[in-house]
């Protein structure tokens, strides 16, 4: 079965700092895809990024990073320089489509606050 | 480019009423999911199509929900008759094909009184 923890229910900063939103993952399949989408208060889910199982190179784009580990299962979001338009929900998310599917399973989410 | 259509926003019913929501997918995108998203959780997927046919339907509530494409393009969720466990928002996808990464509509958030 797939499943993913955020383990983060909500996360406060201040504006400028760094902060990074843990993701952690189960399958057992081999080919799989992670996701992050952010989910501003307007509540559309916005894609953010998409890795394949075997890519685990980490990403940069802009103030945004993802650190991808298979050997601990996880799947970490930074962004550097918070700024207020940051304030979200980030949700983690993970698809297996070798079944012909796409389902996509969600974490919980995380709630980022950054104070002005 | 046109992003992913849903109406309306919002919807208000009483329990036991019907409720029908409409979505258009990004023009072109062969792949369609229906989402349900209970406050302070994540969205579990409710319905996947590929054009007009259905690929996962296994957690639908096939009692009370059901779901069509008929022409491959848009796509109309209905409840009937609707609980009051039914409130959530009910978020609408796309993608060009069914491995592709999915792109999602603003919602439908449905209040059931």
């Known amino acids: 079965a797939q499943k993913v923890t955020q383990a983060q229910t909500e996360i406060s900063v201040v504006e400028k700092e760094d902060v990074t939103l843990d993701c952690v993952y189960e399958?057992?399949?081999?080919?799989?895809?992670l996701f992050w989408y952010k989910q501003p208060p307007s509540g559309e889910l916005v894609f953010l990024i998409r890795?394949?199982?075997?890519?685990?190179q980490n990403e940069i784009s802009g103030r945004y990073s993802w650190n991808f580990q298979k050997s601990t299962s996880s799947f970490n979001f930074t962004i550097t320089a918070s700024q207020v338009v940051d304030s979200a929900v980030y949700f983690c998310?993970?698809?297996?489509?070798?079944?012909?599917?796409?389902?996509?399973?969600f974490g919980t989410g995380t709630r980022l606050t950054v104070i002005p | 480019e046109a992003g992913v259509a849903q109406s309306p926003r919002y919807k208000i019913i009483e329990k036991r009423q019907s409720v029908a929501f409409w979505c258009n997918p990004i023009s072109g995108h062969a792949t369609l999911y229906w989402y349900q998203q209970i406050l302070g959780q994540g969205p579990k997927l409710l319905i996947q199509f590929q054009n007009n046919g259905v690929v996962d339907d296994s957690q639908l509530p096939k009692d009370r929900f059901s779901a069509e494409r008929l022409k491959g393009v848009d796509s109309t969720l209905k409840i009937q008759p609707a609980k009051l466990e039914d409130s959530a928002v009910y978020l609408c996808a796309s993608s060009l094909d069914q491995k592709d990464t999915q792109y999602f509509g603003p919602g439908t958030r449905l209040t059931v009184l």
């Open positions: 890795r394949n199982s075997f890519d685990e």
């Open positions: 399958t057992r399949d081999t080919t799989y895809y």
């Open positions: 998310a993970l698809s297996t489509p070798g079944t012909g599917a796409n389902n996509l399973f």
